[in-house]
């Protein structure tokens, strides 16, 4: 069984600069992969942030980016504003028409 | 402007059966993948199962033989049969529209279903 792996946690100040990743329990994350991102407040719905690696969704800010970093998966939040405290998720397509998350990271901006 | 709205969730004893609904708008849903995403209390999402345009549908190994996705495009709704409920089936189910790459765009607000005698 296939585990993603997500930091469960992190922090960053205000106007600070965060990468949270995304890995493999077993082997290394590549746009094969097709990684995308998600956040999610406390009672809402996610909101889809990054596709395909890299490309951000409709209304989405140009902070947020998305990349493979080494063997991994990577959301990078640029210039961290409040409301940027989230849970963030990624989710990878392991082929044969099956998905898996992450376990999420919890960020917070303090 | 797209919409998706989950309902059918409540309360059932364990090994009962439910089904959910997710209403689309601003798009037909016989031209996207259309998948299913929960999230238990405290948990972290997870993945349930897709059903794409074309016919094919695909589960999680959790639910996998329990559940069944399913589409009716004349109503453009698509639905989540659940059966065998489970405490750990407890969740906010999540509907949400397939992007082309590999990926979901739009969510449903959720819809809770509790599994408890």
């Known amino acids: 069984q296939t585990v993603v792996t997500q930091e469960p946690s992190f922090s960053v100040s205000p106007g600070g600069t965060v990468t949270l990743t995304c890995g493999l329990s077993?082997?290394?994350?590549?746009?094969?992969?097709?990684p995308s991102w998600y956040q999610q407040t406390p009672g809402q719905a996610p909101r889809t942030l990054i596709y395909s690696t890299n490309s951000r969704s409709s209304g989405v800010p140009d902070r947020f980016s998305g990349s493979i970093l080494g063997n991994k998966a990577a959301l990078t939040i640029t210039g961290a504003q409040a409301d940027d405290e989230s849970d963030y998720y990624c989710?990878?397509?392991?082929?044969?028409?099956?998905?898996?998350f992450g376990g999420g990271t919890k960020l917070t901006v303090l | 402007e797209v919409q998706l709205v989950e309902s059918g969730g409540g309360l059932i004893q364990p090994g009962g059966s439910l089904r959910l609904s997710c209403a689309a708008s601003g798009f037909t849903v016989s031209t996207n993948y259309m998948g299913w995403v929960r999230q238990a209390p405290g948990k972290g999402l997870e993945w349930v199962s897709v059903?794409?345009?074309?016919?094919?549908?695909y589960y999680a190994d959790s639910v996998r033989g329990r559940f069944t996705i399913s589409r009716d495009n004349s109503k453009n709704t698509l639905y989540l049969q659940m059966y065998s409920l489970r405490a750990e089936d407890a969740a906010v189910y999540y509907c949400?529209?397939?992007?082309?790459?590999?990926?979901?765009?739009?969510w449903g607000q959720g819809t809770l279903v509790t599994v408890s005698s």
């Open positions: 059903s794409y345009s074309g016919g094919d549908t």
């Open positions: 077993s082997g290394s994350v590549s746009t094969s992969y097709y």
């Open positions: 989710l990878l397509y392991m082929g044969g028409g099956s998905w898996v």
């Open positions: 949400a529209r397939g992007h082309h790459s590999y990926s979901f765009d739009y």
